[in-house]
């Protein structure tokens, strides 16, 4: 049943809609991190607004889409981060809601649309034609993210959450392996669900 939605996925419209969400989602990421980047060092600023970067990865997959091509790497970068992202956002803000018994409209707007990320990387990997190279140049980018977050302290701050850092870079490193894990298993794993993509108008 689920293999239904497929050909809806590829089609054009769908490839364009998810295209112009995309690049408003990631424009606003951005915004949304501009006082941080404000603060931030130069040889960091690549390195702090992690989410926006994820669904950058992603336009770049859809624009390949729309030519009728693949980018590998652009696609392993997409999947490993995407799902990072997206469910490491959903987490921080069930934990600002446990900590605080607060959760505004933002932190609701955040955790559905970090939960959309990380489904949507996951439903076009189908169509990925990514290599074990592409997988392992994700990896290192993502854990070296990692160190740049959680050793040089340039993770994303929620203020409420200044108290458990240690146990959140804790967190976050396990949810990279998973990552890599979900990348690996999606686009690479012997009996993958492997499709042709054909994109239809």
Not at 139 to 160: G, Q, S, W
């Amino acid at each position: 049943m689920i293999s239904g939605i497929y050909p809806l996925l590829a089609s054009r419209p769908a490839l364009w809609l998810l295209l112009w969400v995309n690049i408003f989602g990631t424009a606003y990421g951005y915004y949304w991190y501009g006082w941080q980047l404000r603060e931030t060092p130069p040889e960091f600023l690549l390195f702090v607004p992690d989410s926006p970067t994820a669904s950058l990865f992603f336009v770049f997959v859809l624009i390949a889409f729309l030519k009728g091509r693949n980018w590998p790497l652009m696609q392993a970068l997409a999947i490993v981060s995407l799902f990072k992202y997206g469910i490491w956002a959903v987490v921080m803000n069930l934990l600002v809601f446990i900590v605080s018994g607060e959760l505004d409209w933002i932190g609701l707007m955040l955790m559905g649309s970090h939960f959309a990320m990380a489904v949507e990387g996951i439903l076009y990997s189908p169509f990925y034609r990514m290599k074990p190279r592409h997988l392992i140049i994700a990896a290192i980018i993502i854990l070296h993210n990692e160190i740049i977050d959680y050793v040089f302290k340039m993770m994303p701050r929620y203020h409420t959450l200044d108290l458990y850092m240690n146990e959140i870079g804790y967190f976050t490193f396990w949810l990279s392996i998973l990552s890599i894990g979900v990348g690996y298993y999606f686009c690479l794993r012997p009996g993958r669900l492997e499709l042709p993509f054909k994109s239809s108008r």
